[in-house]
Nanobody, 122 residues
Framework: VQLQASGGGLVQAGGSLKLSCAAS????????MGWFRQAPGKEREFIAA????????HYGDSVKGRFTISRDNAENTVYLQMNSLKPEDTAVYYC????????????????WGQGTQVTVSS
């Protein structure tokens, strides 16, 4: 499975961005999809995950109430809507996929996109 993330950019604090991650598999609907981020000098941080049907979602504490994960299985795409962005949200954002149930640790995901940079200015 190949994952291609896009949608990053530079935004002012308080603004919004929507990330997309397109998957190159016909069995996309079998995958739990997640978003992680990594800032310089920090470990990769869990942001959000969504189950195969889109009916279950999970969020990291730092983004609850501000970010929303969704998916379109017909388009083989998972999204991350980011609102009320803060400078501390600045990082490279990665989409990831796994077959099976949700986990909030990066080592449980076997498929990764290339990352997209999000920079939030104060």
């Amino acid at each position: 499975v190949q994952l291609q993330a896009s949608g990053g950019g530079l935004v002012q604090a308080g603004g919004s961005l929507k990330l997309s991650c397109a998957a190159s598999t016909r069995t996309f609907s079998r995958y739990t999809m997640g978003w992680f981020r990594q800032a310089p000098g920090k470990e990769r941080e869990f942001i959000a995950a969504i189950g195969w049907s889109g009916g279950s979602t999970h969020y990291g504490d730092s983004v609850k109430g501000r970010f929303t994960i969704s998916r379109d299985n017909a388009e083989n795409t998972v999204y991350l809507q980011m609102n009320s962005l803060k400078p501390e949200d600045t990082a490279v954002y990665y989409c990831a996929g796994r077959q099976g149930t949700y986990y909030n640790t990066a080592d449980r995901y076997g498929y990764w996109g290339q990352g997209t940079q999000v920079t939030v200015s104060s």
